[in-house]
């Protein structure tokens, strides 16, 4: 059972930058395709971020691309989420997610049916 433990989020102005992490406990972290989602009142999830296990590969959706970077340190088990240029649609509960990639062929990472583990999410909220 892998455990997932995301920071605390907060409220940020418009324009402002905030970095989330996550850490991961209970399985090989640096086998796991790792996942950033969110869900803003009355929306369904949607991806935000994904990172392959060996780090090589990242992944946006288009409405953060440029602004959100997605990163890995695998020597301490946290997946990081860089969130620049915030604006107020960016407000939402965001929630870390992890899959065993690793050996693995064919293993997606950009739907949230993707992914096996889940953290309990974090609020960001963007606004002045």
Not at 6 to 23: D, F, N, W
Not at 59 to 65: I, L, N, P, Q, R
Not at 97 to 105: D, F, I, L, N, T
């Amino acid at each position: 059972q892998v455990l997932l433990v995301e920071s605390e989020g907060g409220l940020v102005q418009p324009g402002g930058s905030l970095r989330l992490s996550c850490a991961a406990s209970g399985g090989t972290f640096r086998s796991y395709a790792m996942g950033w989602f969110r869900q803003a009142p009355g929306k369904e999830r949607e991806f935000v971020a994904a990172i392959t296990w060996s780090g090589i590969g990242t992944y946006y959706a288009d409405s953060v691309k440029g602004r959100f970077t997605i990163s890995r340190d695998n020597a301490k088990n946290t997946v990081y989420l860089q969130m620049n240029s915030l604006k107020p649609e960016d407000t939402a509960v965001y929630y870390c997610a992890a899959v065993p990639q690793r050996g693995r062929a064919g293993v997606g990472v950009k739907s949230q049916d993707d992914y096996d583990y889940w953290g309990q999410g974090t609020q960001v909220t963007v606004s002045s």
